[in-house]
């Protein structure tokens, strides 16, 4: 079945970028998307990027898509203390939204000062 | 906010018990998912109904099931629970169904 990977943890320096990165099998992939999730609370949509794009950049958000590698980063710029969550990559595949969303266990971002 | 309700936000209950999960979805969508988080599975795709028919089935047991509502509503009912059944529940939901899922707050669930 699908899968998506992502490292557990980064941690870098505030005002450092953020580089997420994730990896995904499902070659049939139409969207992929970065949601952020603090704690005690829900997954907060950030970004999506659709399958034919490369790159989507929103404000400090950068996604990078290199669709042979069915690599997806998202960077960060100037990371600040509020950036501190746990970040999940996801993926639908070619049905829509008829398939559900499959994730990513997530990276935790820690903000060193 | 996402314009996606849910209650309660957190449920305690014994195991063998059975509870009902609540979720309104954003204004206008007419398709809702169910999603499960738990520590060791992370987040998994339960079901999807898009205007009040079921329309995608993932990892579900068949302890739970689902409804959607004329209102378009929907309830998540989990019976006969287990300790193993301890976990957050999402839902979301979505304009058309095949486009970008928004997710409510949650629903913490912990069996004892």
């Known amino acids: 079945g699908e899968d998506v990977e992502q490292s557990l943890f980064l941690s870098v320096r505030e005002g450092d970028s953020s580089v997420i990165n994730c990896t995904y099998t499902?070659?049939?992939?139409?969207?992929l998307y970065w949601y952020k999730q603090e704690p005690g609370a829900g997954l907060q949509l950030l970004t999506y990027?659709?399958?034919?794009?490369d790159m989507k950049q929103d404000q400090r958000l950068t996604v990078l898509l290199n669709k042979k590698d069915k690599h997806l980063s998202l960077r960060i710029a100037d990371t600040q203390t509020g950036d501190s969550a746990i970040y999940f990559c996801?993926?639908?595949?070619?049905?829509?939204?008829?398939?559900?969303?499959?994730f990513g266990k997530g990276t935790h971002l820690i903000i060193q000062p | 906010d996402s314009g996606v309700t849910q209650t309660p936000k957190h449920l305690i209950t014994a195991t063998g018990q059975r509870v009902t999960l609540r979720c309104s979805p954003r204004?206008?969508?007419?398709?809702v998912y169910w999603y499960q988080q738990s520590l060791d599975q992370g987040l998994q795709f339960l079901i999807q109904?898009?205007?009040?028919?079921?329309?995608a089935k993932g990892n579900i047991l068949e302890r739970f099931s689902a409804q959607q509502f004329p209102d378009l509503h929907s309830e998540l009912n989990l019976s006969s629970l287990e300790l193993g059944d301890s976990a957050l529940y999402f839902c979301?939901?979505?304009?058309?169904?095949?486009?970008?899922?928004?997710f409510g707050p949650g629903t913490r669930l912990t069996v004892l």
């Open positions: 996801a993926e639908i595949g070619s049905g829509g939204g008829a398939d559900g969303l499959t």
């Open positions: 109904y898009y205007n009040g028919e079921e329309r």
């Open positions: 979301a939901s979505s304009t058309t169904g095949a486009d970008t899922q928004y």
């Open positions: 990027i659709f399958s034919n794009m």
């Open positions: 499902d070659s049939s992939s139409t969207y």
């Open positions: 204004s206008g969508d007419l398709s």
